[in-house]
């Protein structure tokens, strides 16, 4: 009986010394973690427009079908021009080459503002994140369209699957409290 | 004046080819000045969930696992943990898509110990820590309750079938090299493989790509029959969680008071995670002697396996580190120089286009792979030694004469408990 004691005290002593080391090991961890962290502030994933390049891969490799990208226009750089690549202006011709940069759900729309001007506005329901528009705005444009992640689709997966096969390491973690890099009122300079 | 701009192509092919980047602040048509009062709309920034939200996430997680404790191992009850992991399913999978999860907080944790450059959230932090400690103290109530991928297997349970000891325990050491792996290249930058291959986020979330949702319906579909595929052959986070159960305070026990082994809660378990008395092959002197014959083998085996696994992981490096992107770009090139004429290949195409040099990429990926040599050879070692450990483990026989559950592979999901007929002592 004595001896079955000492095993079982034996036992609980180890079990004891055990428990307390991995206690120890994973509060350690998780303090290191900390202190290694810039700060314990909460991140979301977000496109930098000038490092894009427009690869069309944010409208296949969203984990959600409808991708959370979604073009983005920055009226504040917009030329208002008449003729938008991405917008189909009626009676256009559709063999010039020009078509290509055409958006492919007819997501652009337009108003008409006064001669000559035009505002374009995206319809981000239909709007896939191809960037399609994008390329065209920025070859032969201002570069007003540009891709965002809108923040109320994106589910903020721990790993951006867009972000990890991004050929421009356009995306990257940013403070959840300035989750945009919309351009004009965001700038190259200011984030490097 | 700009007004019909499709007369003034060739100006803007002039401008394109002149431009490059030094222009883009700038603009190509100046904006207009308007004369009808219109006035430019700001394009709306809708707002990523409040923070307030993500910290209700961690008192949620907190009231569930304290409330699992207690319906494990002080209330036994089985219908509480049961509708406890049904909530959880609803509210971290359903309702919160799923992420973050304590699974692939493990990746967070990695990174954040491993590139000073990335902060760790808190709430990803907390998602790490707290199941474990709450293991540390009650067992793995986290994965009968509040796990969202344990719950939603273990509600499908229909026909569990038994498996011969020896294939769970090999299949059993598959998630200690998933987590090797997982923290590798989370470590290293390169990759979070939990969550690239997290079989049930798609179901959460009723959307994502074919591969996601083919591999959870599977997972589901095998679940039926062998219980907890994911938990038992693939989780990680399980690997952890059951180091820390297996030196538990306290931990569910099948029996209130004394067992009288009426073998009743035998086939209760569809995880095979109830022990049997050993008594009396304890006793055997000479299974005994085997037994200690081969655990001084294994004893000597570990070192040797440890090295061994650090040996093989260091081999394995460069192969390894093709995992980071930027690795496998540098290697590409070098290799297939042609490509680069190759406008299909879009990695290689933003790379020429970034303005970045060839020597620049090739550095990087060679400072990165350096990473990879210790830390895949730090990974082979961690695996031999869990390989020689779980070896010794297979010849130790605790005395034990009464049913009871393997503290390390409980999920403490209640079931045995139902069984037995044993009144609580008052």
Redesign the interface.
């Known amino acids: 009986m004595e001896k079955k004691d000492k095993g079982h005290s034996r036992r609980t002593f180890i079990n004891n010394g055990v428990r307390l080391a991995l206690g120890v090991s994973v509060v350690g961890t998780a303090a290191f973690s900390v202190k290694n962290s810039a700060s314990g502030k909460d991140y979301v994933w977000q496109i930098d427009p000038f490092k894009c390049t427009q690869c069309g891969r944010c409208a296949t490799e969203c984990v959600k079908a409808t991708s959370a990208v979604k073009c983005v226009h920055a009226y504040a750089l917009c030329g208002y021009c008449d003729l938008c690549g991405g917008y189909l202006k009626p009676g256009a011709k559709r063999e010039t080459g020009a078509e290509n940069q055409l958006c492919p759900t007819a997501a652009i729309q337009r108003k008409f503002i006064e001669e000559p001007y035009f505002e374009y506005i995206i319809d981000e329901d239909l709007c896939i994140g191809c960037a399609k528009c994008v390329k065209g705005c920025s070859a032969f444009g201002n570069g007003s369209l540009h891709l965002q992640i809108r923040q109320d689709l994106c589910v903020n997966c721990n790993q951006c699957s867009i972000g990890s096969s991004c050929p421009s390491d356009a995306i990257s973690r940013v403070k959840a409290d300035e989750p945009y890099k919309i351009k004009g009122d965001w700038i190259k300079e200011e984030e490097s | 004046m700009?007004?019909?701009?499709?007369n003034l192509a060739f100006l803007?092919i002039l401008f394109?080819l002149l431009s490059g980047s030094l222009l883009?602040?700038q603009?190509?048509?100046?904006?207009?000045e308007?004369?009808?009062g219109?006035v430019?709309?700001?394009?709306t920034?809708?707002?990523?969930?409040a923070?307030a939200l993500?910290y209700f996430d961690v008192l949620v997680l907190l009231a569930v696992l304290s409330l699992a404790s207690w319906f494990a191992v002080k209330k036994r009850s089985r219908r509480g943990l049961l509708w406890l992991s049904v909530f959880s399913l609803i509210y971290f999978g359903f309702y919160r898509?799923g992420?973050?999860c304590s699974i692939?907080?493990i990746?967070?944790?990695a990174l954040?110990?491993f590139d000073?450059?990335?902060?760790?959230?808190?709430?990803?932090?907390l998602f790490?820590?707290l199941p474990?400690?709450f293991a540390?103290f009650f067992g793995r109530t986290f994965c009968a309750a509040a796990c969202p991928l344990g719950v939603i297997q273990d509600l499908i349970i229909i026909n569990p079938v038994s498996i011969p000891s020896w294939i769970r325990k090999t299949l059993g050491f598959i998630p200690v090299i998933y987590l090797a792996l997982a923290v590798l290249f989370a470590a290293t930058g390169s990759?979070?493989i939990i969550?690239?291959y997290d079989p049930f986020?798609?179901i959460f979330?009723m959307?994502?790509?074919f591969l996601?949702i083919f591999l959870g319906v599977t997972f589901l579909l095998l679940g039926m029959f062998y219980a907890r595929p994911y938990c038992r052959v693939f989780c990680p986070y399980g690997v952890l969680m059951g180091?820390?159960s297996k030196?538990?305070?306290r931990h569910l026990t099948i029996t209130p008071s004394e067992c009288i082994k009426c073998k009743l809660c035998e086939g209760s378990c569809p995880f095979d995670a109830i022990e049997i008395p050993v008594d009396k092959a304890y006793r055997n002197p000479e299974v005994s002697r085997k037994n200690l014959k081969k655990f001084i083998l294994y004893i000597v085996l570990i070192p040797v396996l440890a090295v061994t696994g650090g040996w093989i992981g260091s081999k394995s490096h460069v192969f390894m580190s093709r995992v980071h992107?930027d690795v496998y770009l540098a290697e590409l090139m070098i290799s297939q120089p042609e490509l680069r004429e190759d406008e299909e290949n879009?990695?290689i195409?933003?790379?020429l286009?970034?303005g970045d040099t060839f020597a620049q990429l090739v550095e990087e990926a060679g400072v990165i792979r350096d990473k990879f040599r210790i830390g895949s050879m730090v990974m082979g070692g961690f695996i031999g030694l869990a390989l020689g450990i779980t070896l010794m483990n297979q010849v130790v026989f605790r005395r034990r004469e009464d049913y009871e559950p393997h503290k390390g592979d409980c999920f403490s999901c209640g079931r045995c408990m139902d069984y037995c007929p044993v009144e609580k002592d008052r």
Do not use: H
């Open positions: 700009l007004k019909k701009f499709p803007l394109a883009q602040a603009q190509r048509f100046p904006k207009p308007f004369d009808s219109y430019q709309p700001d394009p920034q809708p707002e990523p969930r923070m993500e898509d992420c973050i692939g907080a990746q967070n944790v954040s110990i000073p450059g990335y902060a760790i959230s808190i709430t990803a932090l790490f820590v474990l400690l540390l990759d979070f969550c690239r986020v798609g979330r959307n994502g790509p996601m180091w820390m030196f538990s305070r992107p879009l990695d195409q933003a790379f286009e970034s």
